[in-house]
């Protein structure tokens, strides 16, 4: 669901001042001086910011340090919990399929972002590749998946079920 868009001057709301924050943050990440991907992502609850991160892919060379997984694992820690119900997640672009998942693991209530995939794309971030996998079949893939049945492949679940110990997550 889209909002109307906004002028940045215009409205004074605390989507529109996380956004524009995602937005510097971004903006900070895609100069020379600094590297990383032009991504940001705030974390928001209760009115107040717990974490605020940049793309770090090239900075840290790890493919998952995208904006919205270093919020996510940062307001995790810092609320000591893995659970973020209650919290928004504003980015400054549309989630690639990685991070999405990572927000609905994290249980975060809402999701908001400025550009979308299409923005990402001409930009040369185009995820549509891998949605595209995603509903393949695994054995129609283009990076060979196969699996490996064993015996003892349902042990680790079977370990987990009789633990009465667990944290359910």
């Known amino acids: 669901m889209n909002k109307n868009i906004v002028e940045s001057g215009e409205d004074k709301s605390l989507d529109t001042q996380m956004m524009m924050r995602t937005l510097e943050l971004a903006g900070k990440n895609a100069s020379s001086s600094y590297g990383g991907g032009p991504f940001g992502a705030v974390v928001v609850k209760d009115g107040k910011v717990i974490s ?20 996510i694992r940062e307001a995790c820690k810092k609320l000591g919990t893995f659970d973020l119900k209650g919290a928004i ?26 550009a979308d995939r299409h923005d990402a794309a001409d930009a040369g971030f185009s995820d549509a590749f891998i949605y595209d996998e995603i509903n393949l079949p695994v054995d129609k893939r283009s990076i060979p998946t ?11 679940f079977d370990t987990w079920k009789e633990n009465d110990k667990k944290t359910l997550y």
Request: charge should be negative; glycine fraction near 2%.
């Open 52 to 71: 605020e991160c940049g793309n770090a892919v090239t900075v840290n060379n790890d493919p998952t340090a995208h904006a919205e997984v270093n919020a």
């Open 89 to 114: 997640l504003y980015t400054s672009c549309e989630p690639c399929p990685m991070c999405l998942a990572a927000a609905y693991w994290a249980r975060v209530s809402r999701i908001c972002f400025a």
């Open 146 to 156: 196969e699996q490996i049945k064993l015996k003892e492949s349902n042990m680790p």
